[in-house]
């Protein structure tokens, strides 16, 4: 069973920093795309970042230059550090894993086979 614990949410202020951390337990997914999504307050579930097993990455255009994803295929983790962050960051953060390769369908929620909880990201004025 595969297992994904998002965690490093939390409440700031705009242009504060945060990093998001998400190990995955129960297979290793060193082959497999990670990616971050959020859902703001009434909102659908919308892409954030996707990270190969090779480091290759997409991003949406909101987070370009503020927002960096990362992974660590030894320890099963994916990364994403949040720069410069804004009110309309404030989210309910998710990360999940997919099979498929790095595409225009990574953005989709629907290629994702894996999910965590979530992480609560709050920015404040």
């Known amino acids: 069973q595969v297992q994904l614990v998002e965690s490093g949410g939390g409440s700031v202020q705009t242009g504060d920093s945060l990093r998001l951390s998400c190990p995955i337990f129960g297979r290793t997914v060193s082959t497999y795309v990670m990616g971050w999504f959020r859902r703001a307050p009434g909102k659908e579930r919308s892409f954030v970042a996707a990270v190969a097993w090779s480091g290759e990455t997409l991003y949406a255009d909101s987070v370009k230059g503020r927002f960096t994803i990362s992974r660590d295929n030894a320890n099963n983790t994916v990364y994403l550090q949040m720069n410069s962050l804004k009110p309309e960051d404030t989210a309910v953060y998710y990360c999940?894993?997919?099979?498929?390769?790095?595409?225009?369908?990574?953005?989709?929620?629907?290629?994702?086979?894996?999910w965590g909880p979530g992480t609560q990201v709050t920015v404040s004025s």
């Open positions: 999940g894993v997919t099979t498929g390769r790095l595409s225009i369908a990574t953005k989709m929620p629907r290629a994702y086979s894996f």
